[in-house]
Every structure is written in structure tokens, then in C-alpha cells.
């Protein structure tokens, strides 16, 4: 059976970016900002929300709002990633493996992502709380406002979630990620 991908105008879409062999590319501030400029590059191109978002060292995990006309995530993905990587000093770039020359690829990401389709509120607030329950999931912090890079501190700036959120130990949807 092949998969396909749900291309649905003016959704929101979980997704799962991960780095090739799970290298920690977004380990500096310095890789952050250059992941973070990637986006706003695109961002400026294609417009799309960001709901929510965590980077990890290897990985990253978003929820997007794209707009009523639009179901093109996959292009601005490609796009993100190329910025990103154009960015990334060649000789801190991992050996590229013969299959991936023949294509042009770099080995910084995987080649797919996992992303799915945002069904109704509840699955939206699920997700969001996955996001920024991550780190904590990772073992990286004890509480997700500890984590520097994630959306949590917007949503605590909002009022949407007190600063507390999370830190008392409890497992938040811990069944949903795709890692």
C-alpha cells in the first residue's frame, strides 16, 4: 500500500521533521536562528501559521495553519529545509552517501517528514500540548518553559498557559508523537 498525503486548502497539519541519522543540528542558538530565518524566509513567500512549534537538537515538531486556498505545506518543507542548509557550513555537513548525490540532497534531514491532518479541536489542542510537552518527554528539561526554543513562552506571554504548565510531572499525550 503507498501512502499519500492529505493536501487539504486551509487546514492545520502536525508534522515531524527529523534530522538525517538524528544529528543535532539545531544544538547552538547560532542553528536555531538559522533554522528560525528559514522560515521566515518561506514564510514570507508562502504565508502560513505557525500554531506551535519545539525545535529539539535533532528534530523538530510544528503544528501549521495554511491559508484557505493554499494545501502546499510539502513545497514550503523543501523550501526550509534548502534555506537551512544552505546555511549550514560545508564542512560541518555530515559525508553525503552516493544514493543522496545521485539526487542532490545533503545529509542534514531525513528525506520525508511525518505530518497529519488536525481533525477537529481536541486533536489540535492535543498536539499542541505534545509540542510543548516534548522536551520534557526528551529528558532535555523537567518543566516545557524551561525549553528555550518553543512556542510555550508565546503561549504564556498570551495567557493561554500559565508558566506552571506541565512542570508538575504528568505525562502529557505522550501516545501521539511519530519519532
Do not use: C
Not at 489542542?125 to 518543566?143: C, E, F, L, T
Request: glycine fraction near 6%.
Amino acid at each position: 500500500m503507498q501512502y499519500r498525503r492529505d493536501y487539504t486548502q486551509g487546514a492545520s497539519y502536525f508534522f515531524t521533521v527529523v534530522t538525517f541519522r538524528r544529528v543535532g543540528f539545531f544544538n547552538t542558538d547560532e542553528a536555531v536562528n538559522r533554522l528560525r530565518s528559514a522560515f521566515k524566509e518561506e514564510m514570507a513567500r508562502r504565508p502560513f501559521v505557525i500554531d506551535a512549534i519545539v525545535i529539539l537538537p535533532d528534530h523538530i515538531h510544528s503544528v501549521w495553519t495554511l491559508p484557505q486556498a493554499d494545501a502546499d505545506y510539502s513545497m514550503r518543507w523543501r523550501n526550509i529545509k534548502r534555506s537551512f542548509t544552505q546555511q549550514v557550513a560545508v564542512s560541518d555537513r555530515p559525508a553525503v552517501f552516493a544514493s543522496r548525490r545521485h539526487k542532490g540532497e545533503q545529509a542534514i534531514w531525513q528525506r520525508r517528514f511525518w505530518e497529519h491532518r488536525i481533525r477537529d479541536e481536541q486533536d489540535f489542542s492535543n498536539h499542541i500540548d505534545y509540542i510543548h510537552y516534548n522536551p520534557v518527554k526528551h529528558g532535555y528539561v523537567k518543566r516545557p518553559v524551561d525549553w528555550a526554543h518553543s512556542s510555550i513562552h508565546r503561549y504564556i506571554r498570551q495567557g493561554i498557559l500559565p508558566a506552571t504548565w506541565g512542570g508538575d510531572g504528568i505525562v502529557i499525550h505522550d501516545s501521539i508523537g511519530h519519532e
